[in-house]
């Protein structure tokens, strides 16, 4: 049985008379890599905040770690890390200064956390550097140190890859894969380049316009935008036989009475057309089909034109 790190069940926040978020379910389970994925202003980084305690609810709950009252929550959300907007750095310390600072601010005991968080980031070169004089790559990994000093069960991560060069990209990358995999740390990650979610996440959340859309592991996702060689035939039937008896694969579906979708990679489709010729079966037209995240998630939103 999967155990539940985190629940929203009818989460609302409004600004004004504004639905920033509006009515979001969302449930993570413990060990999990969520991908909440939506335009920039799509309600992201306002449900972070509210998960983390930055913001209140209009409506609906927020179950943490099992609890539901915000003085529960206070004390479960040690056992979480984030990292939300601008990391809260202090410009006159040092990278290992300020992780010292959040150590002792969090009642982090293991004094070692803060060399571990460093070089988990990749800062442990920058010595008495102020942080004020980071690049913009340099505070956000600085940023990410802070939101995992202590191991925590649960991180929380908007945008963390903002400003960062391809080689840090793949660092922070494989940092979440680390603690994911050694920790069995649950992270819930918000990004609008879905590309890149595409090689963290193992479940997907797509928002738009403050409503969860759709929420869909990474194994189904795949299955829907594999690729498939799309066939429009005059005889399905026929057509049905040769695969099975001449390529011997059943890795296809019948869509109608004249189309159908091919799975199998290994097929090669200019002797599939060949044998059909051969066969005096009429093609109509053959060709790849398929979409990426970029593609799946335009058409959850219905098109381009909502851009």
Sequence with gaps: MNEKVLSLRG?????????????????????????????NGAGKTTILRMIAGLADSNSGEIELFGKTSKSEQVNERKRMGSLIENPAIYGNMTAKQNLEYYRIQRGITDKESVKNALKLVGLTDTGNKLAKKFSLGMKQKLGIAIAILGSPELLLLDEPINGLDPMAIVQIRELIHKLNRENNTTVLISSHILQEMSMVANKYS??????????????????????????????????????????????????????????????????????????EIGIISMGEEGQNLEDYFINLIGGVSNE
């Design 11 to 39: 989460v609302t926040k409004k600004y004004k008379s504004r639905r920033v978020v509006n009515e979001v379910n969302l449930d993570i389970n413990r060990g999990e890599i969520v991908g909440l994925i939506g335009k």
């Design 206 to 279: 797509f928002i738009h316009d403050g409503k969860i859309l759709e929420t869909i592991t990474a194994e189904k996702l795949e299955e829907k935008c594999q690729l498939f060689l799309k066939l429009r035939v005059k005889d399905v039937k026929q057509t049905t036989l040769i695969l099975e008896n001449t390529f011997n694969t059943e890795n296809f579906k019948v869509i109608s009475n004249e189309e159908i979708h091919i799975f199998d990679n290994d097929l090669n489709s200019d002797n599939l057309m060949k044998e059909l010729i051969n066969a």
